[in-house]
């Protein structure tokens, strides 16, 4: 059971370059999760998945995309990246949630990107 | 729009001393409030969750918070540091209510830990 794993572990990129982040989970999770994790910001929310073939804006979406094909990967796409962009990225899986049935999300290990 | 604060952004606390790490959230509904805790060059890791019930909930690696409605604080506690609990901590907050959105987590800034020996 090897959980949330993420590829790849680091990445530099130029401007203007895109690049795909992939997230792969073996929990059999519905929900999946990316975020940007910048100094002093915690982390913030870039797209989600409530579903195999479904995905929805977190709160900084901008300049990213996302597809989630199959139930145990959720896919991360920067089509032209920008410096700002420069961040460590983590991917996270949870069990459905149903009201008080809240259940805690399970972190990748992180992608390191710098945008140059 | 729910919110939490991590006011501090350091915490040092010497080895075997009782710790607290703070945290006050705002959200429109029932809170559902969790801790994770991140080692260096690694992700996060869930410590406890407070959904409902009793105020006092105990979690890993011998970790408690209270949850304090009146205050809307979320203080995490441990009643003795070890030199290995230091990392950086994370707060989070979901707003229960069942509508648009109400999947989302949103994580403090993150107060370091320094325990020292």
């Known amino acids: 059971n090897a959980g949330v794993t993420q590829t790849p572990k680091f990445r530099v990129l130029k401007t203007g370059q895109s690049m795909t982040l992939l997230c792969a989970q073996d929990?059999?999770?519905?929900?999946m999760y990316w975020y940007r994790q910048d100094p002093g910001m915690g982390l913030r929310l870039i797209h989600y998945s409530v579903g195999e073939g479904t995905t929805a804006k977190g709160e900084v979406p901008d300049g990213y995309n996302v597809s989630r094909l199959k139930k145990q990967n959720f896919l991360l796409g920067l089509e032209s990246a920008a410096p700002s962009q420069t961040s460590v990225y983590f991917c996270?899986?949870?069990?459905?949630?149903?009201?008080?049935?809240?259940?805690?999300?399970?972190f990748g290990p992180g992608t390191r990107l710098t945008v140059t | 729009a729910q919110s939490v604060a991590q006011p501090e952004d350091q915490v040092n606390v010497a080895e075997g001393n009782p710790l607290t790490v703070k945290c006050t959230y705002s959200v429109s509904g029932n809170p559902y409030l969790f801790w994770y805790v991140q080692y260096p060059n690694r992700g996060l890791q869930f410590l406890l969750k407070y959904i409902t019930g009793d105020n006092l909930v105990k979690g890993s690696y011998g970790f408690e918070a209270e949850f304090n409605k009146s205050q809307t604080s979320f203080h995490l506690k441990k009643p003795s540091a070890l030199v290995s609990d230091s990392a950086l901590y994370f707060c989070?907050?979901?707003?229960?209510?069942?509508?648009?959105?109400?999947?989302?987590?949103?994580f403090g800034k993150g107060t370091k830990l320094s325990v020292i020996p």
């Open positions: 989070a907050v979901r707003d229960g209510y069942s509508g648009a959105g109400s999947y989302q987590l949103t």
């Open positions: 929990m059999n999770h519905e929900y």
């Open positions: 996270a899986s949870s069990t459905k949630s149903t009201g008080v049935l809240t259940y805690e999300q399970y």
